[in-house]
């Protein structure tokens, strides 16, 4: 399915205490509601994706990611200690730069979003039926209805569904009481430390768009307050104010 929001090229996002990026304000306000929408920062990508990796050879098609989202990079910083973020056309899976990703859910049903959520889910039961000896074997429906009753104490409790906790919610899924043998996964991790680095993170700096600013942020997603800050910024990882409290 095309992506339906030409307008849509740039957005402006802020990071609450709960250390998750929201949208403030948003191009293409005729067919996106900024009303608690949630935007996936670049290391819960990284995160996501290295458990979307450990589903490949359960049936993950990886070009669905890419349909799943759209993309954005660091424009500026602007007042108010938000960041405006600029639309990109990067694939989420190949791109070298840190990247934004923003579910595309104008059609919440049938949108690539939905479609990729149902895909993981699948992928997620078949994974858990291969690596777990079930009395009989886990459904999909099973899986729901647990995800579900979460989904509903959170909203009764006042919590915000964010979409990094619902796609990590299903990546990470495993039925109480049962464990998954990780030995698989551990090989594949001391495999990949040599192949896959993301120190640059931490490192190196990233241009804003044709200017030389920079943010700094620390490791923890959090604007550095310290009043002897450096000159020049250290790299931008993801971050917020400490001081910006409102929701």
């Given amino acids: 399915m095309k992506k339906t929001s030409p307008s849509l090229d740039w957005c402006i996002v802020r ?4 250390n998750k990026w929201w949208v403030d ?3 293409d306000e005729e067919n996106w509601d900024i009303e608690n929408l949630g935007i996936i920062d670049p290391k819960q990508f990284i995160h996501m994706n290295e458990l979307l990796d450990s589903m490949t050879e359960f049936g993950l098609q990886s070009q669905m990611v890419d349909e799943a989202f759209f993309t954005f990079e660091i ?7 938000k960041v405006k973020l600029e639309r990109v056309r990067d694939s989420l899976l190949k791109a070298e730069d840190m990247l934004f990703a923003l579910p595309d859910v104008l059609d919440e049903e049938k949108g690539p979003y939905a479609d990729f959520m149902n895909h993981v889910t699948q992928v997620r039961v078949a994974m858990l039926n291969d690596l777990i000896e079930f009395a009989e074997p886990y ?3 099973e899986m729901e209805e647990v995800l579900s009753e979460k989904q509903n104490n959170d909203f009764l409790e006042g919590r915000r569904s964010h979409f990094s906790d619902e796609l990590v919610s299903i990546l990470e899924f495993v039925p109480d009481g049962f464990e998954i043998d990780s030995d698989l ?5 001391a495999d990949k430390k040599g192949e896959e680095d ?7 700096l990233v241009e804003v768009s044709d200017k030389e600013e920079k943010l700094l942020p620390d490791e923890d997603l959090k ?3 310290d009043e002897n800050r450096e000159k020049e910024a250290t ?4 971050g917020a104010p400490d001081d910006e409290k409102k929701p």
């Fill in 15 to 18: 990071c609450n205490e709960d």
């Fill in 25 to 27: 304000s948003i191009s």
């Fill in 75 to 81: 424009s500026e910083e602007v007042p108010g200690k």
């Fill in 139 to 141: 459904t999909i429906e």
């Fill in 185 to 189: 996964d551990d090989e594949k991790d």
């Fill in 198 to 204: 993301y120190s640059d993170l931490d490192t190196h």
């Fill in 223 to 225: 604007w550095d307050e």
């Fill in 235 to 238: 790299p931008y990882q993801g």
